[in-house]
T-cell receptor
Framework: ETGVTQTPRHLVMGMTNKKSLKCEQH?????MYWYKQSAKKPLELMFV???????ENNSVPSRFSPECPNSSHLFLHLHTLQPEDSALYLC???????????????FGPGTRLTVL | QKEVEQDPGPLSVPEGAIVSLNCTYS??????FMWYRQYSRKGPELLMY????GNKEDGRFTAQVDKSSKYISLFIRDSQPSDSATYLC???????????FGAGTRLAVHP
């Protein structure tokens, strides 16, 4: 295991539902990330949190709302999603500023989201 | 033009073959290059990390960067069925450790 856990692993929701994805890292890192992975498309960076502050929002629709209460936990709140939002949502963490390979991002196993 | 281009495959090879996986990138300012491996139902894991041009070897894996042609490669020697996975190339863009990924190449090594 990489030290990054994600729950739930699978989620099916309707377009009117509200749900949340959870990520927890046990590596003592100071930066956390949300990525979206769709079939045959590159991983898309959604949000970056550095020392609990959001430093990047990659033009993500407002129906995705991140929350980072501390440096170990990251949430992605979902509401009124569309079927095209169905994808694998990956969380990652890294030690920002460590330099070189120590900046490596470690990924969780992902949450497979299906929007009906 | 995409910042990182990667042929999605799939690539199917017999066990023991030498595998060559490739990516191109558009920005000559990129300095850090990575290869991630992603097994089915798992998140990507870092396989190789290279700074600037040259080769880096780790067991059966060799990462190669040619900055003059903006080309990055991963070679797998004596490929094994356990190497069957999707391989993602990535470059590090400056500012808050922002990784730009290729689409990933799916590799199948059959016995």
């Amino acid at each position: 295991e990489t030290g990054v856990t994600q729950t739930p692993r699978h989620l099916v929701m309707g377009m009117t539902n509200k749900k949340s994805l959870k990520c927890e890292q046990h590596l003592g890192h100071n930066a956390m990330y949300w990525y979206k992975q769709s079939a045959k498309k590159p991983l898309e960076l959604m949000f970056v949190y550095n020392f609990k502050e959001q430093t990047e929002n990659n033009s993500v629709p407002s129906r995705f709302s991140p929350e980072c209460p501390n440096s170990s936990h990251l949430f992605l709140h979902l509401h009124t999603l569309q079927p095209e939002d169905s994808a694998l949502y990956l969380c990652a963490s890294s030690q920002e500023g460590a330099g070189g390979q120590r900046d490596t991002q470690y990924f969780g196993p992902g949450t497979r989201l299906t929007v009906l | 033009q995409k910042e990182v281009e990667q042929d999605p495959g799939p690539l199917s090879v017999p066990e023991g073959a030498i595998v060559s996986l490739n990516c191109t990138y558009s920005n000559s300012a990129f300095q850090y290059f990575m290869w991630y491996r992603q097994y089915s139902r798992k998140g990507p894991e870092l396989l190789m990390y290279t700074y600037s041009s040259g080769n880096k070897e780790d067991g059966r894996f060799t990462a190669q960067v040619d900055k003059s042609s903006k080309y990055i490669s991963l070679f797998i020697r004596d490929s094994q069925p356990s190497d069957s996975a999707t391989y993602l190339c990535a470059v590090l863009r400056g500012g808050y450790n922002k990784l730009i990924f290729g689409a990933g190449t799916r590799l199948a090594v059959h016995p």
